[in-house]
């Protein structure tokens, strides 16, 4: 039966926004799943939840605040706003090369091609005033990278809407954690002259409130993984993501709960992902395969190999403690920013990732090392060797560098991956 | 004096041998947000490490694998090869990611050989605009820090008179290179733009004093250099960090001159002289440092940065700019959104080419260049 393409050829013609997209898409797929697996539908569930608050949010009477890189969402919240976290776009586009590549194509009439196919989407999507929404206002980070740092600024001007940028320090110490204080109040500033509201404290606990639920249950979930078997499915590595946008939002907590649930049932059964049974254990040392997310369905069912971590950083998110106390809110608030995933790694000193990379291994346990490498992401490519290098010295596992597009589908196709790691575990990993 | 000096631009380390011969201390700097005069008050002699002259980065690439830059990859190979062998360290800022992790690997590589070198990073804010005195009270900290381990490193102590001394010194190099780049508003100036580029390179590795003496004997000469009056288009140049003066040429040698550039090897380091308040030396080195236009990694001058280029072209009558992009530098990848218009509406028309570090493709520069020149060119 020929595949439905009715959506993507209508973004594809300019005649649908990405928004609308992603909504209807998700509604195609719950409708689909209830019929098939309705024990699944609570995958779907937060996608849901997230398309169609942020499509819907000026008819709901709410703003809409776009943001880039480690932001506080939980402040955001709490004024009422609705924040829609730019990554999400690409991320959800990244299955359907053809999709990503029209935005990507539009954004490299400005942007070198090296730059990060993340950074491209958003832009593209931008350039070619496919959003659907307009921003109310935009706040950007200065991390994780170089292409943030092109893209975030031109999209301000752009947007031409209010604007707050954060300035993250290079290293996570106490001078950095009160700069970002400091910034978080100024922060606040902006965000009541922007809504002509006061800060609600009580708001603003609600969503620390959810924020620690969330984190919580999203640590006890990454602890099931190194129960061997690994109980879950690489694949469920990859909506750890969704909460750096839906975090202080009980849908999320709902999630990692039925997440945590199911892994729970699958170590009393003792069983995982692997049909054969694990046989290895792969720690992905860097960050997602998005557009080919197939890739660990794959290596579950060839090699019994399921992928217990990534190198995101996603294991243990900071906690708020004493609720009442503002300004410990604020400081665990910029140091879960600093620590969002591939910022904790990846954009300071190459100390913070080696260090999240040995803490993978000591607590996880893999046996296969593979650097599957989002090319775009070159600040971790550039520091790769000193981490592999750490990782044969000390754990004796030598480490596959496998380079793809974790965005842009046409770098390199599912087949080729599929090859280059069966070189890998063929003559190194099964030798 | 004899100031040829100035226009080998090959990487010698005969003034760094020289420095250090004398007991003192010298260090390799990356990037320009690094207070140059804080190291020279501590008669450390700081030398801006480059890749000029790199031709292959085997271990460049390894290290840094070849989704890098070429000119971090070369830095880095550089190092390894013991070009810079007779530094004592590097101390960084988080420059763009390409040299903070060429600082990085560099560190790494020494510490795995014991070779007891100096290695520091500090942080510098890269907005500084919008809540500037946040920014500036933490990196004026930073400084403070550096200055610290510095006078550990040396055994020395930093006084007020001697920061304030380097600071005059450095302000005299940067009027005598303004000086430099006004003869090239003439009509028909006196130095090609690959010429300038070897004097501004120059600056990376001989110490100041000998600097200044060099730059007033060529100033002092200019009188008796010959017009250029053979170029058909004035051109600004534009882009990723340059230190490759062939790269000029190919261009130069097709019929354009470079009359002005927007380079951090050229010359960006000196478009500003450095104002002191004798009550904070510490504050107006940073102020200096933070507002001074030399790099996008800086987020909130990018404006200010494009009307500069624009304004600064309109003034030395440039007929076109070349905007040159290392491959995988996305700090200046993006300036074209909005620059190109600016110039455009000034009617001066952009080129944008890719690079590399090794000139391999020179053949493919000069016929795009030429045809631009071609494109752009007035008569008289």
Redesign the interface.
């Known amino acids: 039966m020929p595949k439905d393409t009715r959506l993507e050829d209508a973004v594809m013609a300019g005649e649908m926004s990405v928004f609308d997209f992603c909504c209807e898409k998700v509604e195609g797929q719950m409708e689909r799943m209830k019929e098939k697996n309705p024990d699944l539908l609570w995958t779907l569930q937060i996608q849901y939840d997230m398309w169609h608050q942020v499509r819907d949010a000026h008819a709901n009477g709410k703003k809409l605040v776009f943001f880039g890189g480690p932001v506080p969402v939980d402040i955001i919240v709490a004024f009422d706003c609705v924040p829609v976290y730019l990554d999400t776009i690409p991320i959800r586009l990244s299955p359907n090369p053809v999709l990503t590549g029209k935005f990507i194509d539009a954004a490299e009439r400005?942007?070198?091609p090296?730059?990060c196919g993340l950074c491209k989407t958003y832009l593209g999507t931008l350039v070619e005033d496919q959003y659907g929404v307009k921003a109310d206002a935009f706040v950007y980070s200065?991390v994780p990278?170089?292409?943030s740092?092109?893209?975030?600024?031109?999209m301000e001007?752009m947007m031409n809407v209010p604007t707050?940028?954060?300035?993250?320090?290079?290293?996570r110490d106490d001078?950095?954690y009160e700069?970002m204080v400091?910034?978080i109040e100024?922060f606040v500033t902006f965000m009541e002259e922007f809504t002509g509201k006061k800060l609600d404290w009580d708001k603003m606990k609600e969503a620390m409130t959810n924020s620690n639920n969330t984190f919580e249950l999203q640590g006890k979930c990454c602890d099931l993984r190194k129960h061997k078997p690994c109980p879950l499915p690489g694949r469920m590595l990859v909506l750890n993501g969704t909460s750096n946008a839906m975090a202080c939002y009980p849908e999320m907590a709902n999630l990692l709960q039925q997440e945590l649930e199911v892994g729970q049932m699958m170590i009393e059964l003792g069983m995982g992902p692997c049909p054969g049974g694990e046989k290895h254990r792969a720690a992905l040392l860097q960050n997602m395969p998005w557009s080919s997310s197939g890739i660990m369905d794959w290596m579950e069912r060839e090699y019994d190999t399921v992928a217990i971590m990534d190198a995101f950083g996603f294991q243990h998110g900071d906690i708020y403690e004493d609720l009442n106390n503002r300004h410990d809110c604020f400081k665990t608030m910029g140091k879960k920013m600093q620590n969002n995933p591939m910022i904790h790694g990846a954009a300071g000193?190459?100390e913070n990732y080696t260090y999240l990379v040995d803490k993978i291994f000591s607590d996880y346990e893999p046996d296969v090392s593979i650097f599957l490498?989002h090319?775009g992401c070159?600040?971790t490519?550039?520091?790769?060797?000193?981490v592999t290098d750490m990782i044969q010295n000390k754990y004796g596992i030598p480490s596959l560098y496998l380079?793809i597009d974790g965005i842009d589908g046409r770098y390199k196709s599912l087949d080729e991956m599929k090859g280059q790691l069966s070189d890998y575990f063929d003559t190194v990993v099964n030798k | 004096m004899d100031y040829q000096k100035l226009f080998n631009s090959e990487i010698s380390g005969e003034s760094v041998a020289a420095w250090k011969a004398q007991g003192k201390k010298a260090l390799g700097v990356l990037c320009c947000h690094v207070p140059v005069e804080i190291l020279h008050a501590l008669d450390i002699m700081p030398v801006r490490l480059r890749a000029t002259g790199v031709t292959e980065t085997p271990d460049g690439d390894t290290w840094m694998s070849t989704f890098s830059c070429s000119y971090a990859r070369g830095i880095v190979q550089h190092w390894l090869d013991g070009v810079y062998k007779d530094l004592d360290g590097i101390v960084a800022t988080d420059g763009c990611m390409m040299t903070w992790r060429a600082f990085d690997n560099a560190k790494y590589t020494d510490e795995l050989k014991d070779a007891g070198k100096f290695h520091m990073l500090i942080g510098a804010p890269r907005v500084y605009g919008t809540y500037k005195d946040l920014g500036h009270e933490f990196y004026v900290e930073e400084l403070k820090d550096m200055i610290t381990a510095l006078e550990e490193f040396t055994g020395k102590k930093l006084t007020d008179e001697n920061l304030k001394a380097s600071i005059a010194k450095y302000n005299e190099a940067r009027e005598l290179v303004q000086k430099v780049y006004e003869l090239r508003k003439e009509k028909h100036p006196v130095i090609s733009g690959e010429d300038c580029l070897k004097i501004t390179l120059a600056y990376s590795d001989i110490p100041v004093e000998e600097y200044i003496e060099l730059l007033k004997a060529f100033l002092e000469d200019a009188k008796n250099r010959a017009p250029i009056t053979d170029k058909r288009a004035r051109l600004m140049i534009i882009g990723s960090a340059l230190d490759n003066p062939g790269y000029l040429k190919v261009i130069e040698d097709k019929g354009g001159l470079f009359v002005h550039d927007a380079l951090c090897y050229g010359s960006r380091p000196f478009n500003y002289t450095m104002e002191v308040n004798d009550g904070d030396i510490l504050g107006s080195i940073a102020d200096y440092y933070l507002t001074r236009l030399i790099c996008p990694r800086m987020m909130d001058n990018r404006e200010r940065m494009q009307r500069w280029i624009t304004d600064t072209a309109k003034e030395f009558g440039v007929d076109g700019v070349i905007y040159e992009k290392m491959q995988y530098c996305e700090c200046w990848g993006g300036e074209s959104m909005f620059l190109e218009p600016m110039l455009k509406e000034a009617g001066i028309p952009m080129l944008a080419v890719e690079r590399e570090e090794h000139l391999a493709n020179a053949g493919q520069l000069a016929i795009r260049a030429e045809a631009f020149i071609e494109m752009i060119e007035k008569e008289d």
Do not use: E, L
């Open positions: 400005f942007v070198p090296t730059t200065t990278c170089d292409s740092r092109v893209v975030y600024p031109n001007r707050f940028s954060f300035d993250f320090p290079f290293r001078r950095g700069y400091n910034q100024r000193p190459v490498g090319i070159k600040h490519w550039a520091v790769a060797k000193i380079d």
